[in-house]
């Protein structure tokens, strides 16, 4: 193990220097280890440990700008009730006393007519457990409030893993530099996955080829050796493509199958339907580049190489992403590559984490309640806030508490979230660090503290590190943690469970279950002075087999799906929206655009930093030259991009980084920062992926015209 020796960790007051541990509590695979440097009781520089595996001394540039966003001007730090119109962003400072009191108060009233009628709405603004999942679930629960289904990001893949591989495990970080082919399948790591990224560097020069799997040429696929630019949404029937290959030129770890798999000979039946031929046809590829892949493959494992498969979250924000996720994950079992450290497909590494699931959330107060809760899917949020109440939805929503996360911004087809959240009869409460987009419609806007100045522990989804954050320096202004927030509410609505008076530490403390053997030696308070713990989990987890489904092993065939009313085989289900599956549609509307994240912003946050947002500069749009010709659309234009459900504004980037037929905008802008107050999410829809009812922000059609003379 490498050397974690303690440091301090007592935030300081006096002018005195310490190094505090802290973890990045930002959404990314990443959660890197910090080092805060406190000087006098100022946070002055955020650097990464050296010492730890993954993070190994380096930071994004986001994130080693984190001082910078936790004393940048805008910060809020007073609890403020709204005077101008909803969305006007207009305020005035009002004392906690008033906050608290006016939030339980309303509340309450529209608890004794109906609970369901109050919605907490909450992503990953911090992914620490206490402050994202433990008093504010509590809260709701013993609120008895509706649910709200936390889909707006992973929930289609998990599902399409799940029932092939069984949990959420896949191959460890640290082993990837001994692959010697590595395939980076719908991810983008040098921007959103950028010690992932190093790893794949150490194998490059090691040897190994590196090929992507994306319609778009982004910063990572021009650095790879091949790059395959696939049409949107088609990734299920590429890997259908490859397992015909593997399985009819005999490429196969018959062993390996025969152990650990289950359904091969209704596998090798159904990729009959997937010859080379359809499928290039399908991916908008040409038949040699499926079975070169297929080969690549193949030939790697057979000369006994570590083979590896990234597979992120590209290839899931379409119609059929479970599916895509699921027949990818079936490909490491075909070859064997589990057996290798490093080998197999990484897609998350969450459910590595036994977390305390019970002690955080304490989902047995719903059990007090006359009726089992409803659940909102939160990726259809601009449609249920708009709903009336009816026997099947329940009450229309009355109340919403948003925290961790920025709807009006990230969630599809945004204008009907603004009109939502416009709603005059709507009680809105909005936990943030900034005055957001979703901040303007919030009648009562609270300050949190950021992750230098609460506790939290993390679970990860790129390592398998439980990572400590310790609190660097005291709450800026009056800015309380999420946790503090919900306990006054708790307090002031007579909740008296002791639960919520819990403390941070103590929440943390039973953070994850030791009865479970991965997490057997969690000790938070060792925790704390070392940072970070990896779990009791081997580096090649499914060499031996092992899969959590039914079977025990990987499974081509899946009962659980076909009692789930799925194909319970690989298939393959084409996009809403494309041109080869909705001509009608597509006449109109003729250019695939997807708006994968930008580098230098991290989901919404960061853009309202100066210097990111500088470096990132204005809205833009990458189009191939051939569809701006057509166009009259030239470099730097300002365009417009549209479809039925709305459109906006963005600055033309004519290049061949966008294959012809399709359309890229980094994202996701705060709508205030761009021309016209709009952004990405305008052209996004609502429909809902085949599995983990997940949205599709990457199946969209639209068009593109040039907005009259460049500025
Ligand atoms: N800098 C930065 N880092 C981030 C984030 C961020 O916003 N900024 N967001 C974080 C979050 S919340 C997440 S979920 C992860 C996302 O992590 P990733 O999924 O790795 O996201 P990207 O890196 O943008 O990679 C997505 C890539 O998929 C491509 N793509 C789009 N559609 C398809 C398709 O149909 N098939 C295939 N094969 N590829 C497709 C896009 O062009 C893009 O290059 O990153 C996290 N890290
Ligand atoms: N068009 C398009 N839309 C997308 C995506 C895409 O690729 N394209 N990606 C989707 C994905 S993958 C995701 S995960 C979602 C992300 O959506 P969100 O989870 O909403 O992510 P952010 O936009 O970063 O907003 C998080 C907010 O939480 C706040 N925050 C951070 N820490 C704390 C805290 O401790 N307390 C409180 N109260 N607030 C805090 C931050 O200031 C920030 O404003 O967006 C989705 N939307
Ligand atoms: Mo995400």
Same mark, same amino acid.
Request: net charge negative; charged share 20%; aromatic share 8%.
């Given at each position: ?21 802290? !973890? ?16 006098? %009781? ?11 595996? &993954? ?24 609890? $403020? ?151 949107? %949404? ?8 490859? $397992? ?61 190489? &570590? ?103 990230? !969630? ?180 695939? $655009? ?89 052209? &996004? ?27």
């Amino acid at each position: 193990m490498t050397s974690q020796s303690p440091v301090p960790v007592v935030p300081s007051s006096a002018a005195t220097t310490v190094i505090v541990r802290a !973890a990045c509590p930002h959404d990314c695979p990443d959660t890197c280890a910090l080092l805060v440097t406190v000087k006098g %009781g100022i946070a002055t520089e955020v650097r990464g440990d050296p010492a730890h595996p &993954t993070t190994a001394g380096v930071l994004c540039t986001k994130v080693s700008r984190y001082p910078e966003r936790t004393y940048h001007k805008d910060r809020l730090l007073y609890p $403020m009730k709204r005077v101008g119109a909803k969305g006007e962003g207009k305020f005035v400072r009002i004392s906690w006393d008033e906050a608290i009191d006016t939030i339980a108060e309303r509340l309450t009233q529209i608890a004794a007519r109906d609970p369901h009628a109050i919605l907490p709405y909450s992503y990953a603004g911090t992914m620490g457990l206490v402050q994202s999942e433990s008093m504010s679930m509590r809260f709701f629960n013993r609120l008895g409030a509706s649910q709200l289904d936390r889909t707006i990001c992973s929930s289609a893949g998990s599902a399409g893993y799940r029932y092939t591989v069984g949990e959420r495990v896949g191959a460890d970080t640290e082993h990837v530099q001994h692959a010697k082919l590595i395939i980076l399948w719908g991810g983008n790591p040098i921007a959103s996955n950028l010690h992932f990224w190093m790893r794949v560097q150490e194998a490059k020069r090691n040897g190994a080829k590196i090929i992507a799997i994306d319609p778009y040429r982004s910063l990572s696929a021009e650095k790879c050796h091949q790059h395959i630019a696939v049409l949107p %949404g088609t990734d299920a029937a590429l890997a259908l493509g490859m $397992m015909h290959v593997l399985i009819n030129e005999n490429l196969l770890d018959t062993d390996y199958i025969a152990r650990h798999t289950l359904g091969f000979e209704q596998l090798q039946q159904r990729v009959q339907q997937w010859p080379p031929q359809r499928v290039a046809e399908v991916c908008g590829i040409s038949v040699a580049e499926v079975e070169q892949l297929a080969r690549d493959y193949g030939h790697a494992a057979q000369r006994g190489e &570590t083979t590896l498969i990234r597979a992120n979250y590209g290839l899931q924000r379409v119609r059929g992403g479970g599916m895509a996720a699921r027949n990818v994950a079936c490909l490491p079992a075909l070859v064997g590559a589990w057996r290798h450290a490093g080998g197999g497909v990484q897609m998350s590494t969450s459910d590595s984490f036994p977390k305390n699931g019970a002690f955080l959330q304490r989902p047995d107060f719903l059990q007090a309640h006359d009726r089992a809760p409803r659940t909102i899917n939160m990726s259809t949020i601009g449609d249920d806030l708009l709903r009336p109440s009816s026997p099947e939805f329940g009450p229309a929503v009355e109340a919403v508490l948003v925290y961790n996360a920025n709807p009006v911004a990230v !969630a599809p087809e945004s204008g009907k979230v603004a009109q939502g959240f416009a709603r005059e009869d709507l009680f809105t409460v909005v936990l943030e660090h900034f005055q957001t987009d979703t901040a303007d419609y919030a009648d009562i806007l609270l300050p949190a503290t950021t992750q230098l100045e609460h506790v939290d522990v993390h679970a990860t989804y790129g390592h398998i590190y439980m990572m400590a954050n310790n609190a660097a320096i005291a709450p800026l202004g009056e800015a309380k943690p999420n946790t503090e927030i919900f306990r006054l509410l708790a307090a002031r609505m007579g909740f008296d469970d002791p639960c919520f008076q819990d403390s941070d530490d103590a929440i943390a403390a039973q953070a994850f279950d030791r009865s479970h053997a991965r997490a057997a030696d969690y000790d938070w308070s060792r925790l704390k002075e070392t940072g970070w713990q990896r779990l009791n989990l081997p580096a090649a987890p499914f060499a031996d087999g092992g899969f959590a489904t039914p079977s025990g092993k990987c499974e081509f065939y899946s009962e659980r799906m076909l009692a789930d009313g799925l194909d319970p085989l690989p298939g393959y289900t084409p996009p809403y929206e494309s041109v080869s599956s909705n001509a009608v549609l597509a006449a109109k509307y003729p250019l695939a $655009m997807i708006s994968p994240p930008a580098r230098n912003f991290l989901n919404s946050s960061f853009v309202n930093v100066q210097s990111l947002r500088d470096t990132e500069g204005e809205p833009h749009l990458d189009i191939h030259p051939d569809d701006a010709t057509a166009r009259g659309i030239v470099n730097d234009a300002e365009v417009r991009i549209f479809n039925d459900r709305g459109s906006m504004l963005a600055k033309a980037r004519v290049t061949p980084r966008a294959r012809v037929g399709l359309v890229v905008g980094l994202s996701i802008w705060w709508k205030k920062f761009s021309a016209d107050g709009k952004n990405a999410n305008e052209v &996004t829809s609502q429909r809902l992926t085949d599995m983990g009812r997940a949205p599709t922000f990457y199946d969209v059609l639209v068009q593109v015209e040039a907005c009259g003379a460049k500025d």
